[in-house]
């Protein structure tokens, strides 16, 4: 089946709204390839809001269904409530590929972030844009990352981390913020409310609290 892909009216303003880093279109498409569908501009539409329902909507009842597209996302608080799903979504799929999430519910993860084996999770952590978390990391609780290559091993302890990439075996924070533009190496310390910013910083270097 070929797909193209537009928003209703009433869901125009939410068209480059970005839900766990993704535009709803975004988002629509990627679902689309999954179920290994094709795009074409002469061909069945599909609404925005219908990339909310979890249940496939529109691919389990047919091409017929989007000319009837459920007309369920009108205000802000059905808004939030269609991120929260796709969240979910997002969080159970992380867990059942051995990600430790300690709170599945308080953990904020975008679609585009790419994570290796076994790293566990604390709540009220934020990762997001392009990022790739290497394996057995420790990430939280309350963290920002946005951004980063992040290698194997590494702990991110109550810190804001964007933009940097980072080697093995780093632990960085608590209450560290790591600005954009750093290269850091391996085995790596940066403590307690140290800032740092276009940096390289080699092997084994320990930068102590208040540093900057």
């Known amino acids: 089946m070929k797909y193209r892909i537009e928003t209703k009216g009433y869901f125009a303003k939410f068209e480059n709204e970005k839900v766990l880093g993704k535009t709803p279109a975004e988002h629509l498409r990627r679902k689309l390839e999954v179920e290994g569908h094709e795009y074409a501009e002469n061909a069945v539409n599909v609404y925005y809001n219908d990339m909310f329902y979890l249940d496939s909507y529109v691919l389990a009842k047919g091409p017929g269904a989007a000319e009837e597209a459920l007309d369920e996302i009108h205000t802000g608080i059905q808004f939030h409530d269609a991120v929260n799903a796709v969240r979910m979504e997002v969080n159970a799929s992380l867990v059942n590929e051995g990600v430790k999430l300690m709170s599945i519910e308080d953990s904020y993860i975008d679609v585009n972030v790419r994570i290796g084996r076994g790293p566990l999770i604390y709540p009220n952590t934020y990762i997001s844009g392009e990022c790739e978390i290497g394996s057995g990391c420790v990430l939280g609780p309350d963290s920002v990352i946005e951004d980063c ?64």
């Open 149 to 212: 290559t992040i290698g194997d091993r590494c702990e991110v302890i109550k810190s804001v981390v964007k933009g940097s990439e980072m080697g093995d075996d780093c632990k960085i924070g608590p209450f560290t913020h790591v600005r954009p533009d750093n290269v850091i190496g391996n085995r790596v310390k940066i403590g307690a409310y140290a800032e740092v910013k276009k940096s390289e910083i080699k092997d084994k270097t320990v930068i102590p609290h208040l540093a900057y």
